[in-house]
């Protein structure tokens, strides 16, 4: 029998319920393992992607057993009384004396061979800088939760400089990575995202990692406390993301902002939160830094907020800004309105690509002139005409954009402008079977990953009943 207060169990219930799924349609995913002995009490969940387990070091037990418990049956029967009841658990029951009288409920579950067994690992684990759980929550903040970019769905650490290991997210908009630490790997692996890593209680504590290669797949174990988590890495090459973040002799511009501010909350107040793209306009100006909602308003100034460089003004979307705010990065880098930002503190930094707009193109004006005469005061320059297209943009015949001429193509007059038009026609043809091609090859992605998912629901529902049908006597 085991033995322990509710107080103590509670901590055990926050973290596997990020863990444990009460609708999973496997019930022994819906369960959780108990492994007991007299000197040391632990609880496991899974979602075969994780296993939690977590040591009870408060808990009592006088003799050893292994069982499984319905999760739900434990969790509510820990909402039902107050933090001092002890609860004694044991195969089958669970019974509290409250001083007036015995409560007891017998719990019904799955024989302990039906539960998924924990993959064995071998290497210790190593301890990591007291910093490493904050900036690990931070990289996997900035990572994607887009299914069909599966190989985003996590963080990276990278170890393939030696000299300079790396947690790195992106979702293809905004990347952040930090740096200061050395990892204990051999090769970078990628670490999904699962929001127990995202749990206060976890992230608090202290972490120490180890990665072990096995024949199918490469694992992560991550112990933090009393909690040790297993779990598959993302197979997949991930993309280089050092090619996005901008080189120091690109900058023109620099941004330092005071330590403490409360320009999250400026930001947050300005017009055109409730469009798509959320945008704010960052205005540099003499050396002062401003912001501006695009929907109307006057500019904000941001005190304390120091420039040097090129007046500039760049619009980019205001959640990924209170990001960087969020995280304390101080240092601001910028190149020109439609290059990435760069944001800088302390061995962090966030790269944010900017928003276009119509405010940097650059207009083509028509002549005052009738539409096929020159002025007659200035000689009109000879106009070639638009190059044939094939209707592709990587092909040897495509449009130039960039008004290069083809010698092939007969001569004909027209004016700039309307070339002009024709050939922003042509792009839009090209730019919509593009996202057409797209949005059709993302709804396959899509498909076959619930494909997938499905298909290994119904083979641990095969190997269930299989177990069920060996354990029958005739």
Known sequence: MISISINSLKPAIA???????????????????VDATPEQVSIMGTDLDMFARITLPEAKCDTAASFLLPFDRLQSIAKRFN??????????????????????????????????????FEIKTVALPESFP?????TMGCSSTDETRYVLNGVLLDVSDPACHNLVGTDGRHLFSANSFTLPLSDSVIIPNHKLLLWRGLA???????????????????????????????????????????????????????????????????????LNDKPVDIVIENGAVSVKGNTGGSSILLEGA???????????????????????????????PLSALLFTNEGRQMVVMPL?????????????????????????????????????????????FNGANNPTT??????????????????????REALTSITELTTLLRQAVRDQRAGEKEIHQVRQTIRSLQGVKI
């Open 15 to 33: 973290g596997l319920s990020k863990v444990v799924s009460n609708k999973s349609t496997l019930e022994c995913l819906r369960c959780v393992r």
């Open 306 to 336: 120091k420039a040097k460089g090129p007046d500039i003004k760049i619009r980019l979307n205001r959640d990924y800004l209170t990001k960087t705010f969020d995280y304390g990065l101080t240092s601001i880098s910028l190149i020109d």
């Open 410 to 431: 007969p001569a004909a007059e027209k004016p700039a402008i309307e070339v002009a038009i024709e050939k922003l026609d042509g792009f839009k043809v090209v730019f």
């Open 204 to 274: 608090d504590l202290p972490w120490a990692l180890a990665g072990q290669k096995n024949k199918n797949n490469t694992l992560v174990r991550i112990a933090a406390g009393d909690w040790t988590l297993t779990m598959k890495t993302i197979e997949g090459n991930y993309p280089n993301w050092r090619q996005v973040v901008p080189k120091t002799e690109q900058h023109r511009t620099t941004v330092i902002l005071p330590e403490e501010h409360a320009f999250a909350e400026i930001v947050n107040g300005l017009p055109g939160g409730d």
């Open 134 to 138: 904050s900036r690990f929550t931070e």
């Open 356 to 400: 276009r707009t119509a405010d940097y193109s650059q207009p083509i004006k028509p002549s005052a002139a009738p539409t096929n005469q020159p002025a007659p005061s200035e000689p009109q320059p000879e106009r070639k005409p638009m190059p044939a297209t094939n209707g592709h943009t990587n092909g040897a015949a495509t449009s130039r």
């Open 83 to 120: 933090a001092r009841t002890v609860l004694n658990i044991e195969d089958g029951k669970i019974f509290c004396d409250l001083g007036t009288g015995r409560v007891s409920e017998n719990v019904e579950s799955l024989a302990l061979k039906e539960f998924p067994e924990e993959p064995a």
